[in-house]
């Protein structure tokens, strides 16, 4: 292998695959990334077995060929070097790359390509298209409710359904509910169901642009994301998801209607007097005015009022952990929303249409 490369083009390619690099693992090819050089492209690709990423970029090419490299090692001597320099990369005998730019020179001894894992490949009926923006808002409406506790594995990925030309994206951690559903601009044979570990959503989202389509392909138990010159793949979680449909409460007519940058700046502000002991902040609902607050001993109390339109009929105290509240309202674009709440004892009820539905259950006011 033989090829020329400016520093730049490099680096980034180097910033999108490096998080699938393994940090710990008893196979040391998967602390490598496979370089290959084919038809004046560079493809870079790292994996740890439950995450794969590559990232192919133009170079001029003297001789093809591929090698792994340790990537880490590969990674601080790209960076090292002069900003818009470049770099040529040459492979000898016995797997030894040669990196040369300007007087600067390095060797760094790498492993045959032939052990680096094999990616899968995935069939182009079992795919769809969709826009960038939307998946990125998507995501971004429904990936805080990941579950973050290990115990119950099924929830820590996102519930990601396609049928037809309808996708829907659920996550819940146990105390909310994010659901958010789109029509695709095409209809598709696709009948799927699988559940997306919160890393492959991390790394997805992380290279998601507010133009363009995204190709996403399902396998038996693997998923695929493809931007063109970019890709993610990544292992699926097995196992069942629970009906969360059952636990979504019937539209009341008990809601009220409030700005969101109001609801979402004084709960912020309401927060600050929260701790481990006491989570909760109050949430007091009268006809035309929301006061939150929050009262925590030994260190202080925050207090504010806020204008609403409140169709019940009676007052409501209830109380909620407010960065469930935060998550949502900061991921939201809409100047005025809509929350149901009808009693101190039941979820509250966040919901856009038939398109999304956020639902948190309330917290025991101690204070």
């Known amino acids: 292998m033989d090829l020329q490369i400016t520093k730049d083009i490099l680096v980034e390619s180097i910033q999108i695959v490096q998080n699938a690099v393994s940090q710990k693992s008893s196979l040391p090819i998967l602390s490598n990334v496979l370089l290959e050089a084919n038809k004046n492209e560079l493809k870079l690709t790292a994996t740890d077995l439950d995450i794969g990423i590559c990232s192919t ?4 090419i003297t001789q093809e060929g591929a090698i792994t490299v340790p990537a880490r090692k590969f990674f601080d001597i790209i960076r090292a070097l002069p900003e818009g320099s470049d770099i040529t990369l040459t492979v000898k005998k016995n797997n030894f790359m040669s990196i040369k730019s300007g007087k600067a020179q390095f060797k760094i001894i ?15 009926k079992d795919s769809i298209n969709i826009k960038q923006s939307i998946l990125k808002k998507m995501f971004n409406l429904t990936d805080f409710a990941i579950s973050k506790d290990d115990s119950r594995y099924i ?7 396609v049928k037809g030309e309808k996708i829907n994206i659920v996550a819940t951690d146990g105390r909310r509910l994010a659901i958010n559903k789109k029509t695709l601009d095409k209809k598709t044979l696709v009948d799927r169901s699988t559940v997306i570990p919160i890393k492959a959503i991390q790394e997805v989202k992380r290279m998601l642009a507010d133009e363009g389509d995204i190709t996403i392909k399902f396998g038996e138990n693997q998923i695929l994301f493809s931007f063109g010159n970019s890709l993610v ?11 969360y449909k059952n636990v979504i409460p019937k539209k009341t007519q008990k809601e009220l209607k409030v700005s969101r940058y109001d ?12 701790d481990q002991d006491s989570m909760a902040i109050k949430i007091n609902i009268k006809k035309k005015k929301m006061t939150i607050s929050k009262n925590t001993p030994y260190l202080g109390e925050a207090k504010e009022e806020i204008d609403i339109d409140y169709s019940g009929d009676t007052d409501v105290e209830i109380g909620f952990n407010p960065r469930y509240l935060i998550d949502v309202l900061k991921n939201l674009e809409d100047e005025e929303i809509v929350f149901e709440v009808d009693d101190s004892n039941k979820p509250g009820v966040l919901r856009k249409g038939d398109e999304y539905t956020y639902v948190v259950l309330p917290m025991q006011l101690t204070v």
Do not use: H, M, W
């Not at 492993?111 to 182009?124: M, R």
């Not at 793949?233 to 009906?243: D, M, T, V």
């Not at 609801?263 to 929260?274: D, V, Y």
């Open 263 to 274: 609801f979402l700046a004084a709960t912020k502000r309401a927060s600050i007097f929260t």
């Open 110 to 124: 790498g492993l045959p390509k032939e052990e680096f894992p094999q990616l899968p490949t995935f069939k182009d």
């Open 233 to 243: 793949l990544s292992r699926l979680i097995e196992g069942e998801y629970p009906n």
């Open 155 to 161: 929830l820590n990925g996102l519930y990601f359904t």
């Open 57 to 60: 970029v133009p170079c001029s």
